[in-house]
Each structure stands twice: as C-alpha cells, then as structure tokens.
C-alpha cells in the first residue's frame, strides 16, 4: 500500500463545514493533492456556496461558468483527451481555450459556449464530458469551503501551471516564427522574456510535479506536517 501523502481535515470554516489540508511528505506531487481533494469531496457533505441545498456536485453545472484558467499539464491532458497526440499549443487552446492579453499580461482559460457555459460540458446531463481529463481547477471543486492555506496552495499551482502554459504558446509561437494565437487582445505585447520556467516544464502529468517545488517557503512550513506544532494547535 502506498504511503498518505496529503491529507485532507474537515475544519470548520466561517461556521461551513470545510477543509484544511496537511502535506505528510517531501515528495508529495500535485497529483497526490488532486487524489486526496478528490476523494475528500466525495467522502464528505462539504458546504458549497453556489448551491448550498445539495452535497454532491453530480449534475449542478453552475461552477462551469466560472473562468477556469488552465495549466500546462491540463492542456497535456485534453490533447490526450482529444486524441491527437501531435496536436500544437495553439491548435489545443483553439479548440479549447480561450486566450486574453492584455499589454503583456496573459489570462489563457477554458473555452466557454454561447451559454457561458464550459464548452466540454454535456448540456443534457450536467456533467463533465471531459470528466477524467478535467483541469486542475475543477478538480479542486471552486465552491467548496477551504482554509486559507487550502486556498493558497491551490492558487501557487494555477499560478505556476498558468504560467507555464504561456511560456509554451510564446515559446512554440516563436519556434513556428508565427503570431500566439490571441483570441481577445488589447494592445497585446507578451513577451517570452517575462515568463520563466518554472516546475511545470517539462512535465506532461501532474503526478510528476512536486509541491514542495511549487510553494513559496512560508506556506509550505504551514503546510507540511509538524508533530509538535499540531499537537499544540
């Protein structure tokens, strides 16, 4: 049996039933945490702000119409989803990204529908058509009450992974001597130079990419598993 390397503590948030989170290892992965998150959300009635009658997020869509910024990794994932393993950055963000710059500043999210709903959601059923294959934001389930530490984790890895996934369109753009695709552009200036590796590169799934990598000094003190500091807690 595999070593816990991320535990999930029920904690109540606001006076809602949330979670806290604990990482137990140095070699935790963000696919450790999505695995924990996961089976957390389905094991337990966490309240949800955007329907707070139900506790199971089968068939309630109303998440999908929030911007969901998307990863490096998630788009290794939908090309695998789409089948097309040769498939370009671009020709993946086309089809399901949607891609805002502002000056230099780069907002790459999930393509959504006239509907403003997310394109891969199946408009009968309310669910995920891409359900294994969905992003790293949906996986941590946006509604959800989280402590604050549960919530900076979270965003360092959007935020890193985001980060990354721009760094490839400029950098493929560049390699292709084409224009990044651009679907909504406002004196657009990206430039490669602002955006450095960081550790997603390289990576195509997220169990290969390490938090302790991803967390600033600080959080990962609070995070990581202290015997003395929970027993006084």
Known sequence: ???????????NING???YDIRILSNTATVQDYLDAVNKAIENNCFYRSRAVSITDCAGC???????????????CRLREYSGDSSATVQALLDRFGYVVVD????????????DNRCILLDRKTKLCAAYMFRPLVCQTFICCALSRRAELLREAV???????LVRQWL??????????LIHEGYRAKPDLRDWPSTPFAG????????????CPEKLWRELIKNEERDRNA
Do not use: H
Not at 1 to 11: A, F, N, Q, T
Not at 171 to 180: G, Q, T
Not at 204 to 211: A, N, S, T
């Open 171 to 180: 950098w493929e753009a560049r390699a292709s001597k084409r224009n990044p």
């Open 203 to 214: 990576r195509v799934g997220y169990q290969e990419v390490f938090l302790k990598d991803i």
């Open 1 to 11: 049996m595999s070593r816990l390397k991320v535990k999930i503590l029920p904690e």
């Open 158 to 164: 959007v935020n890193k992974g985001e980060d990354e």
């Open 61 to 75: 869509d109303l998440c999908c119409a929030e911007r969901a910024p998307l990863t490096w990794v998630d788009l």
């Open 103 to 114: 000056g230099p500043v780069v907002d790459i999210m999930l393509k959504r529908g006239q």
């Open 16 to 18: 809602k039933k949330g």
